[in-house]
């Protein structure tokens, strides 16, 4: 099986970020730029992106409205965006600040994950890239169409449809718990 490689656009911001430098090691080609979000990385292929926040990046109030008009604008731009919320820890703060995130942007389309360490980041936006990326995602939708189809095929249902005999049909159904 070939590993799966791709490109991502990155913000200047993040040319230190060990994430950045474990992606590079499973040879994806990085593209630095300062034109997408402080904090982002595009997925282009996939049409992904995620945003990296820490809590000590996050404003002591979590109702700060320039941080939030800083997440609406990456949220405006991407179709298909992530929030990263990095901690290794959760305390209190940290579920404030998911909470605050999840409250402002519920309905958009903004999913927050919390995240622990760069591992879990790399994991999570290869993952997700990979899967919503063209010919994966025609994939995973041709095998789950076929799951789907076995599922109904194999199915003991069809069984008691095709029965002639109503009544019986009738009493099994008054069996059920």
């Known amino acids: 099986m070939t590993s799966w490689r791709t490109t991502v656009i990155v913000s200047t911001s993040l040319q230190n970020n ?3 430098r474990v992606l590079l090691a499973q040879q994806h080609r ?8 402080i904090g982002s990385f595009v997925f282009p292929l996939s049409g992904t992106a995620f945003m990296l926040i820490t809590p000590e990046e996050f404003p002591e109030k979590a109702e ?11 949220v405006q731009v991407h179709r298909n965006s992530f929030l990263l ?3 290794p820890v959760y305390g209190t703060r940290e579920w404030q600040i998911l909470s605050a995130v999840q409250k402002r942007f ?3 389309n903004l999913k927050v994950i919390p995240i ?10 290869l993952s997700i890239a990979k899967a ?3 010919p994966h995602a025609d994939s995973i939708r041709d095998r789950m169409a076929l799951a789907r189809a076995r599922i109904i095929e194999c199915s003991p249902v069809w069984e008691l449809l095709g029965m002639t005999d109503w009544h019986s049909l009738l009493s099994l159904f008054l ?3």
């Open 106 to 108: 519920f309905g958009s």
């Open 116 to 125: 622990h360490s760069n591992v879990d980041i790399v994991k999570a936006v």
């Open 64 to 74: 700060s409205t320039e941080y939030f008009k800083r997440i609406e604008k990456f």
């Open 30 to 37: 990085l593209r630095y730029s300062d034109s997408v979000e």
């Open 175 to 177: 069996l059920w718990p």
């Open 18 to 20: 060990e994430a950045l």
């Open 132 to 134: 919503t990326s063209k």
């Open 85 to 87: 919320l990095q901690s």
